[in-house]
Nanobody, 124 residues
């Protein structure tokens, strides 16, 4: 059974940092690209970032480029999202997601499994 469990969310002031983690199990994590997707209050899903199976390929939404960094540890089956210089508009529930096609990591990726999400709130 595929499981994705996010952690690391919380309340942070504007300009602050958070590091999200996603523990994966039930599939060959090292064989799949992975992504982070977020949903702000009252809005639809927004792709944030993706990373290739080996970690060498990464991509970011323009809204987070230069502030967020995606990484993974295949030995630990864990995906990360380092978020710096956080803004109030980054407030959202953040999900890690497994793609249907192992190579896909961009904004048009189709996903078949999602975590339960972790809340990030950026507010003073």
């Amino acid at each position: 059974e595929v499981q994705l469990v996010e952690s690391g969310g919380g309340l942070v002031q504007p300009g602050g940092s958070l590091r999200l983690s996603c523990a994966a199990s039930g599939f060959t994590f090292s064989g799949y690209s992975m992504s982070w997707v977020r949903q702000a209050p009252g809005k639809g899903l927004e792709w944030v970032s993706g990373i290739g199976s080996g970690g060498g390929r990464t991509d970011y939404a323009d809204s987070v480029k230069g502030r967020f960094s995606i990484s993974r540890d295949n030995a630990k089956n864990t995906l990360y999202l380092q978020m710096n210089s956080l803004k109030p508009e980054d407030t959202a529930v953040y999900y890690c997601a497994k793609p249907v096609r192992a190579y896909d990591l961009g904004s048009t990726t189709e996903y078949d499994y999602w975590g339960q999400g972790t809340q990030v709130t950026v507010s003073s």
